[in-house]
């Protein structure tokens, strides 16, 4: 696991992070308003730790995993964009190419979850080869008696809008692990990516069995 700069990439060494970024087999991107999780959910996923402080993300962050999936080596390289509205344009150059979008919405903030529907058209419309996946986040707020009142996204709204943007089959990954791990599976699974999968290393074959892929997934989770 390789992480260049944890929160900015461009206070680091913007070359280390091309050459890195130039080496992995799959670009995920994180997209989403201030403040939903997205550098959380990254974090997680990459260090297993948690920062309570807020600390937004200035341009965007990069990060690079190895994972194993169905029988193969693949290494994810991911671009944690910063969701301030006066970085906006510059989130769209993250997307560009990207295999795989996280797509962020805090499940407490009703305006995240517009602003995820807005990320969401924007890469159906401009990103063929991207994969979906709507991630509702903070899901441990909304949990215990008193979560319910927190709740600001309507427990079918996800659905309901994936639906009407023609959804695939779904899967419920609950947390960073297993997101990550299940954009993994659907790259390996897809045919279209049989040319730069017949290229990946391989591993040696256990448990490791094909899980249903979709177009979409609906996610909720926390960090
Ligand atoms: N309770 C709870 N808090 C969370 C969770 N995820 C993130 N937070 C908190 O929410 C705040 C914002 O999280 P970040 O991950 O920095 O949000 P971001 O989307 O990267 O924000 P920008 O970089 O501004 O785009 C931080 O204080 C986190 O500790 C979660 O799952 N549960
Ligand atoms: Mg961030």
Redesign the pocket.
């Known amino acids: 696991m390789e992480l260049i700069n944890p929160t900015s990439v461009f206070n680091a060494d913007i070359f280390s992070s091309v050459l890195v970024m130039s080496q992995v087999d799959v670009k995920v991107v ?1 997209l ?10 990254v ?1 997680r996923f990459l260090h297993d730790r ?8 200035i341009g965007a962050a990069f990060g690079a995993k190895r994972v194993k999936a169905l029988g193969k080596i693949l290494k994810l390289g991911i671009w ?5 509205e006066r970085y906006k344009a510059m989130s769209r150059i993250y997307y560009r190419g990207a295999k795989a979008a996280i797509v ?1 919405y ?1 499940l407490t903030d009703a305006d995240s979850f517009r602003e995820a529907q807005f990320w969401a058209q924007e890469l159906l419309k401009q990103e063929d080869a991207c994969k979906i996946y709507l991630c509702g ?5 909304t949990r215990g008696p008193e979560g319910g009142r927190n709740r600001r996204v309507d427990f079918y709204a996800p659905t309901d809008f994936t639906d009407d943007v023609n959804a695939g089959k779904r899967r419920k990954p609950h947390d960073s692990e297993e997101l990550f791990q299940a954009i993994a599976d659907d790259f390996i699974s897809n045919p279209v990516n049989e040319p730069i999968v017949q290229e990946l290393p391989s591993i040696h074959v256990g448990k490791d069995q094909p899980r249903p892929s979709g177009t979409w997934s609906s996610v909720c ?3």
Request: glycine share 12%; hydrophobic share 20%; aromatic share 8%.
């Open positions: 994180l989403g308003s201030s403040g939903c999780g997205k550098t959380s959910l974090e948690f920062e309570e402080r807020y600390m937004p993300t944690d964009t910063a969701g301030q962020c805090d986040t903070k899901a441990d707020l989770c926390s960090y």
